[in-house]
């Protein structure tokens, strides 16, 4: 596709569910990245993958939250036992770089998350 | 640990008004400053990317600077339009790769 798409785009569950969140990248990318952004904030990081490696999780907000990109395109970030907390927009982006000053990230649409 | 501010929160202006939109950062150890725009229920669209080794960056009626060693960026943009309602956020990157974000700043157009 021409841009990062990321599905489902809306997703309801009741406290205490688990959810998978999938991000596909623009073709070729070898950076993804995941943020999350909270009702009238910015993003904040979460993770990022170079290739198949997940190189920086420093920004997940706890043991609940997991991602993996085995195969170096998709990428999927798992939420246990869903808190009320968790939710928001959750947001990735990929960049065809490995890092420097002219890395762009272009992000996908967001899946917005909704813990009742 | 980075942080950035976006100030203002938010602004309304009249259609064809030039106006600015102001960042700043705690640590100049940047790589690259962006300026991105949100619309509501969708992701983010980078407008400008400045490195940091430029002083500005334009894009039509958009012009963006950056004074690294003040940890300061402004977003100028020309004549606004309705079309330009949005929400207006900064990013800078560094070593760790990873952005950081501001709050943003939510712009309202008036026809």
């Known amino acids: 596709g021409a841009g990062v798409s990321q599905s489902p785009r809306y997703k309801v569950a009741k406290r205490g569910q688990d959810v998978a969140l999938r991000c596909d990248p623009i073709?070729?990318?070898?950076?993804l990245f995941w943020y999350q952004q909270a009702l009238g904030q910015g993003p904040e990081f979460l993770t990022y993958?170079?290739?198949?490696?997940?190189?920086?999780k420093s920004g997940l907000p706890s043991d609940r939250f997991f991602a993996e990109r085995p195969e170096g395109s998709v990428s999927t970030l798992k939420i246990q036992r869903t808190q009320q907390e968790d939710s928001a927009v959750y947001l990735c982006?990929?960049?065809?770089?490995?890092?420097?000053?002219?890395?762009?990230?272009?992000f996908g649409p967001g899946t917005r998350l909704l813990v009742l | 640990k980075q942080e950035v501010t976006q100030i203002p929160a938010a602004l309304s202006v009249p259609e064809g008004e030039n106006l600015v939109l102001n960042c700043s950062f705690t640590?100049?150890?940047?790589?690259?400053l962006q300026w991105f725009r949100q619309d509501p229920g969708k992701g983010l669209t980078s407008l400008l990317l400045?490195?940091?080794?430029?002083r500005e960056q334009t894009s039509g009626r958009l012009n963006a600077s950056l004074d690294k060693s003040s940890g300061r960026s402004t977003l100028y943009i020309a004549a606004s339009q309705p079309g330009d309602s949005a929400t207006y956020l900064c990013?800078?990157?560094?070593?760790?790769?990873?952005?950081?974000f501001g709050s943003g700043t939510q712009l309202t157009v008036l026809p």
């Open positions: 982006a990929s960049s065809s770089t490995t890092g420097g000053s002219q890395e762009t990230q272009y």
């Open positions: 073709s070729g990318h070898v950076s």
């Open positions: 993958f170079q290739n198949e490696a997940q190189l920086d």
């Open positions: 640590d100049s150890a940047i790589y690259n």
């Open positions: 400045i490195q940091s080794s430029q």
């Open positions: 990013a800078v990157s560094g070593s760790a790769r990873q952005l950081t």
